[in-house]
């Protein structure tokens, strides 16, 4: 069974939104596009490279598809397109769009059911960058096997949160940490069943 692996851009309050550039998505007014990009350094593209150095397909929501397709195939290797660009795309949508993306094809019917066959199917692992309601439907249907998480020094006040509209309870083991210079931290964290809860009282 091919493994499922997520990687997110988040600030410190939640925040999703847009981390790339003003021009990804500036819905509901969100006007700080490009939070994460004075944040780059060698350490964070490491973290990238360790995730994409090696053969994988894309799971994309739709309007992280639509970004993505805007903008990685005219972008050039040095860029880190290549990986992207090779990948099979598969993309969940509650209508039928045209995916001009060269190998694209759009995930039919439901998406955990859809999601859940790909993942039994022969092939690389499965990556999902961004798309943060997919996300939210894949971590409660139990589909994600890691969530790598780079948390930025960042409170942005507004925007698309990660939970937003809540999230499926669920307990996460801590894999690994690092710490770039620039104050990010780069987590990978698995799924680990229901919360347990108690109390300090006596």
Same mark, same amino acid.
């Given at each position: 069974? #091919?493994k499922?692996?997520?990687s997110?851009?988040?600030?410190?309050?939640?925040?999703v939104?847009a981390?790339?550039?003003p021009?990804?998505?500036a819905?509901?007014g969100?006007?700080?596009g490009g939070?994460t990009? $004075?944040?780059?350094?060698q350490?964070?593209g490491?973290?990238?490279?360790?995730?994409?150095?090696?053969p994988?397909?894309l799971?994309?929501g739709r309007?992280?598809y639509?970004?993505?397709a805007g903008y990685w195939?005219g972008?050039?290797?040095?860029?880190?397109?290549?990986?992207l660009?090779d990948?099979v795309?598969?993309?969940?949508? #509650?209508s039928?769009?045209?995916?001009?993306? $060269?190998?694209?094809q759009?995930i039919?019917?439901d998406v955990?059911e859809?999601v #859940? @066959?790909?993942?039994?199917a022969?092939g $690389?692992e499965?990556q999902?960058h961004?798309?943060?309601?997919l996300?939210q439907t894949?971590?409660g249907?139990?589909?994600?096997?890691?969530? #790598?998480?780079l948390?930025f020094?960042?409170v942005?006040g507004?925007?698309k949160r990660?939970?937003?509209?809540?999230?499926?309870?669920?307990?996460m083991e801590l894999?690994?940490?690092r710490l770039?210079s620039t104050?990010?931290v780069m987590?990978?964290?698995r @799924?680990?069943? @229901?919360p347990?809860?108690g109390s300090?009282?006596?």
């Amino acid at each position: 069974m #091919r493994k499922l692996i997520t990687s997110t851009f988040m600030s410190l309050d939640g925040v999703v939104q847009a981390p790339g550039g003003p021009e990804e998505d500036a819905s509901g007014g969100f006007a700080l596009g490009g939070w994460t990009v $004075p944040y780059f350094d060698q350490s964070v593209g490491e973290f990238m490279d360790d995730l994409m150095g090696h053969p994988f397909d894309l799971v994309l929501g739709r309007k992280t598809y639509d970004i993505f397709a805007g903008y990685w195939p005219g972008a050039s290797e040095e860029e880190g397109a290549k990986p992207l660009n090779d990948a099979v795309k598969h993309v969940a949508s #509650r209508s039928t769009p045209e995916l001009t993306w $060269p190998r694209s094809q759009l995930i039919e019917g439901d998406v955990v059911e859809g999601v #859940r @066959a790909l993942k039994q199917a022969d092939g $690389p692992e499965l990556q999902v960058h961004g798309s943060g309601d997919l996300l939210q439907t894949l971590l409660g249907a139990g589909l994600v096997d890691e969530l #790598r998480l780079l948390t930025f020094p960042v409170v942005l006040g507004s925007g698309k949160r990660l939970f937003e509209g809540g999230a499926a309870p669920t307990a996460m083991e801590l894999l690994s940490s690092r710490l770039s210079s620039t104050g990010v931290v780069m987590s990978v964290y698995r @799924a680990a069943g @229901a919360p347990q809860t108690g109390s300090f009282g006596g």
